[in-house]
């Protein structure tokens, strides 16, 4: 008997270290292509070691799950049909079931089935994951009822009830890393999937958990409370000096809030999360950290992993995009943006899957594809916003060739037919751009999940193209469309409203419905500058200076029969944005503005310039307006120009 234990024993150590050897050439293979033929032959010897210590006779339960649970990994890790490796691992929990005393290597071998399962059978996955969640908490193993809810979050297109059993078990057993660590990336969940206002509230939770401020607000504060302090003293707070899981929370409450902060109302504090954000990204490690913690009345620690340094810099490339939608300047910080990220992309040595042995696969590539998709959209956005069409027609084929490759079409198809449609809308083809936009909200008026899951890891999450903003949102283009051509009446209006009751929409969107239901109202004077000055109030906060240059315009005509100065200074500020809204040159003097808006805003200068018998500035507005009637006539004639420039 003796014997055969240390028999066992040696043929176990002789497999492990097989396992090094492979994780070590592994590591280097990509580089070193001689090493596969050495590779190949560990990668056998381990596996034969551990058949050859299952085959001994008379093995005890816990040496025999040892070997099973062995070999069960080594088939996953080093053979490309995992059937065999589902099947140790199955063998091996069934073994582990039998006895209470074999609970540790229950729960291994339950760990195990389900990482095999998910890569070949994920409904199956699940199923064990909601057996193995039970039967931790039935056993009270509270490490192992961590693990498997932090596992089951990875493998579900709605983790939210499993981050909530994580956060309240935490919670009562005074788990903090681990409270925080569910606290944040729930947040990021509810992000993604919209939730914003649960998202708010997780956010709050959080930052009162860690204390949390603002990095200048903080060092200010601690400045005024000490000012004898030293510099290096007052130059970090506190919380920023934390490592491993704590740092790692507070990059993902900073990623988080400046999604959150970038579509409210706060664009100044959204910079500069985003400014930490990247601070952090470039501080930390190249590689996915396993965060190992501690669950107290526990030996065992609970481990995570959290992305690595390449995925987290995608999300940061991405979050620089959606939060910086300015068009203005010679190479604006959104273009930056759009630059550095698709280099960043293009640098991606290996193709973007890189399988190293026990490790999970690093980025795949339509997750890859998803995060570029996503910047060039963004890109697009502010290129038609610029007129430069023709570069936004580039980033939209561009978008087709990807997603046709990488066979994202159905995930991407609203955004592709929505961007069609303002790209036809800023070249005048007002029916053609309203035919997309009523595509979209066709497409998008579902019941699933689209855009809002980009960055999901598994890719059926997405199952169908339902995405309740984007809908609305082509609704309301549609409608400011049909109202541009006197053809919108108040029914549709109500309809649209009806539907956002039901929907968490950005201030932007909501500021064109109440400037829409405005220009309706419009008999009522009184109701229509109350809506308007509503919408202006919304993009004010939203920084959106498109809405803000046609509110301008439309208030001056509310204002302009009864407080000529207020009007005035509606046509004065309007007309400042609209000059300013697409490309400014300061060092060439050049000034490419918004056309239509800007003769808009002329000709008002010159009524009222002739009302008030002010010849010399009338003779000045006269040559705008003859400039802008030329511009304008020019998209009407080309349906577009690749950009309207003016000389000042």
């Known amino acids: ?196 206002r649960s998202c708010a509230a997780n956010i709050e939770e959080l930052e009162n958990e860690i204390g949390y401020v603002p990095l200048k607000e903080e060092a200010t504060t601690r400045t005024q409370s000490n000012p004898d302090a030293m510099d290096e003293d007052i130059k970090e707070p506190s919380i920023r000096k934390e490592s491993g899981v704590r740092s790692y929370i507070l990059l993902v409450l900073l990623m988080v809030k400046t999604i959150f902060t970038g579509r409210n109302t706060e664009a100044t504090l959204a910079k500069s999360c985003l400014e930490e954000v990247n601070e952090l990204v470039h501080n930390c490690g190249g590689h996915g950290s396993l965060f190992e913690m501690k669950v107290n009345g526990c030996v065992d620690k609970v481990k995570y992993r959290a992305p690595n340094q390449r995925q987290i810099l995608e999300f940061s490339f991405v ?188 201030p932007s969107i909501h500021a064109i419905m109440k400037m829409v239901e405005g220009i309706l109202s419009k008999g009522i004077i009184t109701r229509s500058k109350h809506l308007f000055t509503q919408s202006l109030t919304l993009s004010s906060q939203s920084h959106d200076n498109y809405i803000r240059a046609f509110l301008f315009a439309l208030l001056n005509e509310v204002f302009r029969h009864s407080h000529e100065d207020q009007a005035l200074q509606m046509i004065q500020t309007g007309y400042a944005i609209s000059r300013k809204m697409g490309k400014v040159e300061q060092a060439n003097g050049k000034n490419f503005g918004m056309p239509f808006l800007n003769l808009i805003y002329s000709q008002s200068l010159e009524n009222y310039y002739k009302r008030s018998n002010m010849k010399a500035e009338l003779r000045k507005q006269e040559v705008y307006t003859k400039f802008y009637h030329k511009c304008c006539d020019s998209i009407a004639d080309t349906g577009y120009t690749k950009s309207i420039q003016l000389t000042v």
């Open 319 to 506: 979050l620089n995009c959606i939060t910086h939608k300015d068009p203005v300047g010679s190479m604006p910080v959104s273009l930056i943006c759009v630059r550095e990220g698709l280099a960043f992309m293009k640098d991606d040595i290996g193709g973007g899957i890189h399988h190293q042995a026990g490790s999970e696969v690093e980025v795949s590539k339509s997750d890859r594809s998803n995060v570029e998709l996503a910047i060039r959209c963004s890109a697009a956005q502010v290129h038609i916003m610029r007129r430069e069409m023709e570069d936004a027609r580039e980033q939209l084929l561009e978008m087709v060739k990807l997603a046709r490759e990488h066979k994202v079409m159905k995930l991407w198809a609203p955004w592709l037919l929505m961007l069609e449609g303002f790209l036809l809308q800023a070249s005048n083809e007002e029916e053609a751009a309203k035919n997309y936009y009523e595509a979209v909200a066709i497409l998008c008026g579902k019941n699933a999940n689209t855009f809002t899951s980009l960055f999901h890891v598994n890719s059926s999450n997405v199952e169908e193209l339902q995405n309740d903003e984007m809908e609305v949102t082509a609704r309301i283009s549609a409608m400011t469309l049909e109202v541009g051509m006197n053809r919108c009446d108040h029914e549709a209006v109500k309809a649209v409203n009806e539907r956002m009751r039901y929907v968490q929409c950005s």
């Open 1 to 196: 008997m003796a014997q055969r234990r240390q028999q066992h024993s040696r043929l176990l150590a002789l497999a492990e270290g097989y396992n090094t050897k492979c994780k070590e050439i592994a590591a280097v293979l990509y580089s070193q292509t001689h090493l596969v033929s050495q590779y190949q032959h560990c990668c056998y010897l381990a596996i034969l070691s551990y058949k050859s210590s299952l085959d001994l006779p008379g093995l005890a339960p816990q040496q025999e799950l040892n070997s099973r649970l062995g070999l069960g990994q080594a088939l996953y890790d080093y053979t490309t049909d995992i059937s065999d490796a589902e099947h140790t691992a199955g063998r091996a929990l069934s073994k582990a079931s039998e006895d209470d005393s074999l609970d540790d290597y229950l729960f291994k071998a339950y760990e195990l089935h389900i990482r095999i399962s998910s890569a070949k059978n994920l409904r199956f996955a699940q199923f064990l994951l909601k057996r193995a969640i039970k039967d931790a908490e039935r056993k009270k193993r509270q490490e192992w009822f961590y693990q498997f809810n932090l596992l089951a979050i990875k493998l579900t297109s709605n983790p939210t009830n499993y981050f909530k059993a994580v956060i309240e078990a935490a919670k009562r057993n005074d788990d903090a890393d681990l409270h925080l660590l569910a606290l944040v990336e729930l947040a990021r969940s509810l992000a993604h999937s919209g939730d914003w």
